[in-house]
Structures are given as structure tokens and as C-alpha cells.
């Protein structure tokens, strides 16, 4: 059994806000999202594609183009505020506090390099090691991987290598430096269905063993609830339900998370029958409503959802919705919060 996850958050994520400069209208990817992860705690976004998963992923890297976006807020990652560092800082701070697992590692690996060059390259930017001592690390983390043949792998080049390996190559990569936060955005999209559950699994028991925290970003909830301890839901830019993984699951209380479980098959699913679907499509987040961003598509929104915006409603200590009808989605077992 892991030991308990310190109470102290590692990473503290206050009102952030990113908004793209580039087109004809300002984009406010990021809303104000608020999100703490403590040590040794895997934090899964999920949401649809366009919710802002990945963006806030990458803010905590600082790997938005400065001249078109505008961030805002406070990202606080082991004490030190990412969005006041100095370029060469920044530099320090990539790969060896914060590492990233990006979606697509061919795309991720420099192609005219091998993935053993890579590795060693990270290695001695961020440790005082010889290239022999940085090959030999590199040669550790792919046997830690479990890649096959790991001495030849190590002289290969990322198009040499399938899906799956390089996807384990990506993760050794992003462990080489020893960081204390692993963000991982989507890893297990490209993959086929065996593949992925292997990652996964390693993920789990790399994260356990390094004891990191962890924010995983995916749209598949099976996924997060594979790896995750809590989950955040996003939606238009804002964390719209956030709380352990189980509470989450099986008693959730925003429409929109309801919606997403809804939509997904399931054992209690007949055969046969179609599934849920969420109706609509999501805002424009170059024009968002002035109310609930999720009103035009919920079947409990009132008039009141579309006027004004809803504040965090804390459901239990560690579970709460941002929503202003929680007492249509309570289940009938759960006892109100307010006659407890």
C-alpha cells in the first residue's frame, strides 16, 4: 500500500486565465481555474475536446507562444510562481521539476536524433555527468520502461520504433531528470486498446515507486479512472466539478459530468441500445454567455443558469460542483449538506 499523499499541495494553481491573442477575436481558453495536487497524487482533466485540458497542462510549462497569449493568475509548482521565472529559470525548471508526456511522440522526438541522444542530451542539460554516465541513465530508464532490447533501442531512431515503444521511450524521456511533476496530455490516445492499458499501469506503478504528482489529461474517462485518485471535469475553460475519483463516478453532480458518464458504454448499457448523447455544442469561447456556459445544453438549466455565473458549491469536504442546481442532481441517498 503507497503511503498517504502529503497534505501540502505541490502544485497550486490560483484563477488562471490564458487568453489567445492571435485571431481576429481574443480567446479566453482558460477561465479561471483554480486546482491544487499534492505529492504523490494523480489528478485526471477530463472534458471535451476545446474544454481547456491541455492548455492549462502546457501553463504549467510555460509552452504557449508569449507573443499571442495572455496568462494570468498564480501557478505555484513547489513553492516558486512559474509565470514570474526569467528565461534561463524557466530552462532550469523544465525537465527537472516539471516534465511533460506529450500526445504524439513522433511528433514530441526530434527526428534526426536517436532516442538514447535525446535522453543523454536531457540528462547532462540538468546534471553534471559524462556522456558515458548520461548513456548509461538513458539505458536504466528504457529497461525501467520494460522496452525491449534496450541497448539496440537506445541507437534507434523515433520512426524506428512502434506506437507503443515510443510512447514508453516519451515516458523515459520525461523521467530522466528525476522531476518532482509529470503532466501528461493525453498518452494513450494513438494507441490501440491492449497498448494502452500497459501504459497506463506503468504509469501508475512509475508514478507510486517516484512517489510524483501527477495531472493527467484525457477525454476517456476508463483512463482516469485507471490512474486517477480525483478528478477534475472541465468545461469552456473552467473546472466544473472536482472530487475523488470514486465520489465522482458514482455520485456526481454536475449535468455535464452526469452527461459525460451518460454517454460512454457501460455494463448496465443494453445490448443494443444507442447511447446518450450531449446536445449542442459548446460555446465560443471568443463570445462566452454571460451565465452558465453549460446552460444551452442541460436539461435542469433555469433562467437564473443563464444569467448568472455559478460559484463552487462545496458538496462534501473534498467534493464540490460549480453549478447552481446541485439539489436536482443530489442523489435520493445522499443527505443534504444542509440538514446533515
Known amino acids: 500500500m503507497t503511503a498517504a499523499p502529503n497534505s501540502d499541495p505541490f502544485v497550486d494553481i490560483r484563477n488562471l486565465t490564458v487568453t489567445f491573442t492571435g485571431g481576429r477575436k481574443p480567446v479566453k481558453a482558460v477561465g479561471g481555474v483554480d486546482l491544487q495536487v499534492r505529492r504523490g497524487e494523480v489528478v485526471a482533466l477530463i472534458g471535451e475536446s476545446g474544454s481547456g485540458k491541455s492548455v492549462t497542462l502546457r501553463s504549467l510549462l510555460r509552452l504557449h507562444p508569449p507573443r499571442r497569449t495572455q496568462m494570468g493568475g498564480q501557478l505555484m509548482v513547489g513553492g516558486t510562481d512559474v509565470l514570474k521565472l526569467s528565461p534561463s529559470a524557466l530552462a532550469d525548471y523544465r525537465g527537472k521539476i516539471a516534465s511533460m508526456i506529450f500526445q504524439e511522440p513522433l511528433l514530441a522526438l526530434d527526428p534526426v536524433y536517436t532516442v538514447g541522444a535525446q535522453i543523454a542530451e536531457s540528462i547532462r542539460r540538468h546534471e553534471p555527468v559524462s556522456a558515458a554516465e548520461a548513456r548509461q541513465r538513458a539505458l536504466q530508464l528504457f529497461e525501467r520502461v520494460r522496452i525491449p532490447s534496450p541497448e539496440r533501442r537506445l541507437d534507434a531512431y523515433p520512426h524506428e520504433m512502434s506506437g507503443g515503444m515510443r510512447q514508453r521511450a516519451m515516458i523515459a524521456l520525461a523521467l530522466a531528470c528525476r522531476p518532482q511533476l509529470l503532466l501528461a496530455d493525453e498518452p494513450t490516445t494513438a494507441l490501440d486498446a491492449t497498448v494502452q492499458i500497459q501504459i497506463l499501469l506503468l504509469l501508475r506503478e512509475l508514478q507510486r515507486e517516484m512517489g510524483l504528482a501527477v495531472i493527467f489529461v484525457t477525454h476517456d474517462i476508463g483512463a482516469a479512472i485507471e490512474v486517477a485518485d480525483r478528478i477534475a471535469v472541465m468545461y469552456a475553460g473552467r473546472i466544473v466539478e472536482e472530487g475523488p475519483a470514486r465520489t465522482l463516478i458514482r455520485e456526481p453532480r454536475h449535468p455535464y459530468t452526469m452527461a459525460l458518464l451518460q454517454s460512454r458504454a457501460h455494463g448496465a448499457l443494453a445490448k443494443g441500445a444507442r447511447l446518450e448523447t450531449i446536445g449542442g455544442a459548446p460555446p465560443d469561447l471568443s463570445a462566452l454567455p454571460p451565465g452558465c456556459a453549460f446552460a444551452d445544453r442541460c436539461k435542469l438549466a433555469a433562467d437564473a443558469c443563464r444569467q448568472t455565473q455559478p460559484e463552487l458549491v462545496r458538496l462534501t469536504p473534498d467534493h464540490g460542483a ?19
Open 322 to 340: 460549480r453549478c447552481l442546481r446541485t439539489d436536482a442532481t443530489a442523489p435520493a441517498t445522499v443527505v443534504p449538506i444542509a440538514a446533515a
